[in-house]
């Protein structure tokens, strides 16, 4: 076998064994333990990943980490926030206090996020967005 035949079948089974001991069960490993909660659709994600190279390995990533408790959130943690708390970051004229939204994004996940990069993209919501938020667009 030639070197690069070898290197090849290495990197497939190293990435074949991962999938077998689970996504969840490998990057967050203090989540074991865990019995319920909201399932993380990131390590939900990654675990699917497993079914598009076979069926078994795809079933086992999921096995693993329901068994572990390693693809819910950690307790009391949410991954998203009420839209409610959302609303007290809006100004009268329709605009969002960065500042306020920071504070907010903090108390409630915990994370603080680089709201003041320059390279942040920011997309205005649809009428139909804002009004399911009890919000008015600003003409």
Do not use: W
Not at 73 to 100: C, E, W
Request: overall charge neutral; aromatic content about 6%; charged content about 15%.
């Amino acid at each position: 076998m030639t070197r690069f035949t070898r290197t090849l079948g290495g990197l497939l089974s190293l990435s074949l064994v991962s999938q077998l001991v689970a996504c969840g069960t490998l990057f967050y490993p203090e989540r074991r333990g865990q019995i319920s909660g909201r399932i993380d659709p990131a390590v939900a994600i990654m675990d699917a990943i497993g079914l598009l190279f076979f069926i078994i390995p795809g079933v086992l990533a999921f096995a693993v980490d329901f068994i572990t408790g390693a693809i819910y959130l950690p307790g009391g943690k949410h991954a998203q926030v009420d839209p409610r708390l959302l609303q007290q970051a809006i100004n009268p004229d329709g605009s969002v206090d960065t500042l306020r939204l920071k504070t907010i994004i903090e108390q409630a996940s915990g994370n603080s996020l680089p709201l003041d990069n320059p390279y942040l993209l920011q997309q205005h919501g649809t009428p139909q967005q804002l009004a399911s938020l009890g919000l008015r667009t600003s003409a």
